[in-house]
């Protein structure tokens, strides 16, 4: 079982900045993909960012390219998302989540956490 916990959230402005850590208990996470959704007000929850355990490889949403950042601390057992110049749109609850492939649906999630971007 691997137990996963959110931080880093709250409310900012937009154009501004927040990092998001998922911290690990249970198992090490050196063996699992790791990844990010999330879910705004009426909506579907949705993929963010995902960095394989294979070899790092990282994968993100059109809507995110080029403004968030998705990394992994094994020897810290977390995974963070560096999210830079937010949009009101990026509002949401985010919730990291873990599986043991690279690939197909992900075991474990955490309860999620709170981002607003206010404009």
């Known amino acids: 079982q691997v137990q996963l916990v959110e931080s880093g959230g709250g409310l900012v402005q937009a154009g501004g900045s927040l990092r998001l850590s998922c911290a690990a208990s249970?198992?090490?996470?050196?063996?699992?993909?790791m990844g990010w959704f999330r879910q705004a007000p009426g909506k579907e929850r949705e993929f963010v960012a995902a960095i394989s355990w294979s070899d790092g490889r990282t994968y993100y949403a059109d809507s995110v390219k080029g403004r968030f950042t998705i990394s992994r601390d094994n020897a810290r057992n977390t995974v963070y998302l560096q999210m830079n110049s937010l949009k009101p749109e990026d509002t949401a609850v985010y919730y990291c989540?873990?599986?043991?492939?690279?690939?197909?649906?992900?075991?474990?999630w955490g309860q999620g956490i709170q981002v607003t971007v206010s404009s």
């Open positions: 989540a873990a599986r043991t492939q690279d690939y197909g649906s992900y075991d474990y």
């Open positions: 249970g198992r090490t996470l050196r063996s699992y993909a």
